[in-house]
């Protein structure tokens, strides 16, 4: 007994030289690509972030959409943290940030905006690029809006600006929604929304039910996947980590909140639209054109007020990012070491 316990001794010892030698490793190449998991206390809700690269180099603030995370970004920020800092936030509810309940956070476009500015300030960034996707499109326009000296440059990613974005059978029923929270079968008699019906077997459908559906694994897998060419390119630890957080006891009432509160950001478009034109922010865009929730529809009208845009319109979805990855961060790089990357100094 005494000897086999001496040998079993002697095993767990090498095992954790052989751990403490394999964290060092993975250590270092943390190191190498900068990454880190961090959060941060902004008026007591803890959120998340992901940051990556070299403070000194421009920074690229990356604002999610619904129903993912900074998840989003993991390979996005490993690709560019040679050349740039990077920084991408969860929101309250989304991710691994705090998820106070509907009674306890003020679960709208305007206060996640707030929190966000917070976040910027409290971590000290000061200039940036702003990386908008979906949610994070009327989240960061509000910031660029009222900080506009702080903006360096905009990468646009299916994020909208413009009623032609939502002026589509997706978002009909969405925006009866936002006049009537009680509506029933409002909007919901158009060809995409008459499937979910069908599902269902509801004929009469509330709407509040209808967006529920938005909840579901099925449409969470639709969300990455309509619009691919090659469905077997996405992959499925996208949906195995956002549903997962959707599934959440509480969770579905935040998104319901979420959604209701979209109906604030069609009334601030004449106010970001006039941003675009006096401002003139350098801008990317890189969209997926088959997406049927932001519509190619939707990025044509940046072109009438920017003049300093770069248009791409990608063959793939909603999340263009998980099939066209290498293709958004060359155009980036590119993109960002052209328009925002630190002048020559001076001559002497």
């Known amino acids: 007994m005494k000897s086999r316990f001496s040998r079993m001794s002697l095993s ?35 959120i998340f972030y992901r940051e990556a690269g070299n403070p000194e180099h421009p920074t690229v603030l990356l604002l999610h959409g619904f129903p993912t995370s900074s998840h989003m970004f993991r390979d996005l920020i490993t690709e560019l943290a040679d050349d740039f800092h990077l920084v991408a936030p969860d929101y309250p509810g989304y991710g691994f940030s705090s998820m106070p309940t509907v009674d306890e956070f003020d679960y709208s476009f305007d206060n996640m905006a707030s929190i966000i500015e917070k976040f910027i300030d409290e971590i000290g960034l000061d200039r940036y690029s702003l990386y908008l996707m979906d949610y994070g499109a009327p989240i960061g326009f509000r910031i660029a809006t009222r900080r506009p000296d702080r903006v360096e440059a905009l990468i646009v990613q299916n994020g909208n600006a413009y009623v032609e974005g939502i002026d589509n059978n997706f978002w009909e029923p969405i925006r009866e929604y936002w006049k009537d929270r009680d509506a029933i079968n409002k909007g919901l008699d158009n060809p995409w929304w008459k499937n979910v019906k069908a599902a269902y077997k509801q004929p009469q459908m509330s709407n509040d039910d209808a967006l ?22 996405v992959s499925p630890d996208t949906w195995a980590h956002v549903q997962p957080l959707l599934d959440r006891e509480g969770n579905q009432e935040i998104q319901l909140q979420m959604f209701y509160s979209y109906g604030t950001n069609p009334p601030l478009y004449p106010a970001w639209q006039a941003y675009f034109r006096e401002y003139q922010p350098p801008t990317l865009i890189v969209w997926g054109e ?48 052209r328009k925002v990357a630190s002048p020559p100094l001076a001559a002497n």
């Open 12 to 46: 767990w010892s090498a095992y954790l030289v052989l751990s403490i030698a394999i964290i060092g490793s993975v250590a270092q190449a943390d190191d190498a690509t900068g990454v880190a998991y961090r959060t941060v206390a902004i008026d007591d809700v803890e």
């Open 290 to 337: 088959n997406d049927e929730i932001f519509p190619a529809a939707g990025a044509e009208p940046y072109k009438r007020d920017l003049k300093d845009l770069e248009y791409y319109l990608l063959d793939t979805g909603h999340f263009a990012l998980e099939t066209h990855g290498q293709e958004i961060a060359d155009l980036m790089r590119d993109f960002l070491n």
């Open 212 to 233: 529920r559906f938005l909840l579901t694994l099925g449409a969470t897998k639709w969300q990455y996947t309509n619009g691919v060419k090659n469905v077997e390119s």
